[in-house]
């Protein structure tokens, strides 16, 4: 939009004598105002809006990562030895929370959380998965969590691996349950090969290739610290848990055990 000069209307004898008058009584314009508008900060949800009534189990969080992306995250439990659940490409945080319930009521505390780009957390084509983990190990360890183990299903399993192997100092664990070798450019058979913490791959034998992958990483895992369980089930990540099988119960009960020798005084 422009603004009208505000010359007036006079009639003269000649064009040129119009010009001079104009010319002569013409006021400078005001700055016009920019009518372009910049794009609101989007109103996120609520972490676990997916999941309310679950979600209120615990405390709804937000935390910021390097990229100054917002996390939501939901925080169970409470002491000193703490879990970070990594959710699947199509989850959110709320495909962990039974599990982190069990897992808080058994002494641990659980921090649950939506990589940036899905669930509540900032919408966002850029991913920093690895920077998201970083960032939830880091907020339990400022919260008093003196020993920290992350765990991931499917893509948070491939996730969970690289990132153990990133961060420093080490977590005191890491598990990944039907993990892919590599996911969105991000390779975790290659990342094992620099893992320094114990860690426990889980997969199905009826999972596609799963259990291929699961053992490819666990051959790359140095050291004695390491364990491998394949079972006999057709179940892929967080549902190789939930499934009320021989199989899940087979995973959980390893996971707990796990857990329970690593994250120690």
């Known amino acids: 939009m422009s603004l009208r000069p505000l010359v007036p209307v006079v009639l003269a004898a000649s064009l040129l004598a119009v010009a001079a008058c104009a010319e002569e009584n013409t006021a400078p314009q005001a700055p016009v105002a920019s009518t372009e508008s910049t794009s609101?900060?989007?109103?996120?949800?609520?972490?676990?809006?997916?999941?309310?009534?679950?979600?209120?189990?615990?405390?709804?969080?937000?935390?910021?990562n390097s990229a100054g992306h917002s996390l939501a995250a939901v925080e169970l439990g409470s002491g000193p030895f703490g879990v970070v659940l990594a959710h699947q490409s199509e989850g959110s945080l709320c495909e962990w929370l039974p599990f982190g319930r069990l897992l808080a009521e058994r002494g641990y505390r659980v921090l649950t959380f939506d990589f940036a780009g899905y669930g509540s957390s900032?919408?966002?084509?850029?991913?920093?998965?690895?920077?998201?983990?970083?960032?939830?190990?880091?907020?339990?360890?400022?919260?008093g969590v003196t020993h920290v183990a992350i765990m991931g299903a499917s893509m948070g399993a491939t996730m969970s691996v690289v990132a153990a192997a990133a961060i420093d100092p080490p977590v005191d664990a890491v598990?990944?349950?039907?993990?892919?070798?590599?996911f969105d450019g991000v390779n975790?058979?290659?990342?094992?090969?620099?893992?320094?913490?114990?860690?426990?791959?889980i997969a199905g034998d009826m999972d596609g290739n799963y259990a291929t992958y699961a053992e490819a990483i666990y051959a790359a895992t140095p050291g004695?610290?390491?364990?491998?369980?394949?079972?006999?089930?057709?179940?892929h990540g967080i549902q190789l848990l939930s499934a009320e099988t021989r199989a899940a119960v087979e995973a959980r009960t390893a996971i707990e055990r796990f857990l329970a020798t690593h994250l120690t005084d």
């Open 175 to 182: 598990i990944a349950i039907s993990p892919p070798l590599d």
């Open 188 to 201: 975790a058979e290659v990342a094992a090969a620099s893992l320094s913490s114990p860690a426990l791959y």
């Open 122 to 143: 900032t919408p966002t084509r850029q991913k920093t998965y690895v920077e998201d983990l970083r960032t939830a190990v880091e907020y339990l360890r400022e919260r």
């Open 40 to 64: 609101p900060v989007p109103t996120l949800d609520q972490p676990g809006a997916q999941c309310p009534d679950a979600a209120e189990a615990g405390e709804a969080v937000r935390l910021t």
């Open 224 to 235: 004695e610290e390491r364990a491998l369980l394949v079972l006999e089930a057709p179940h």
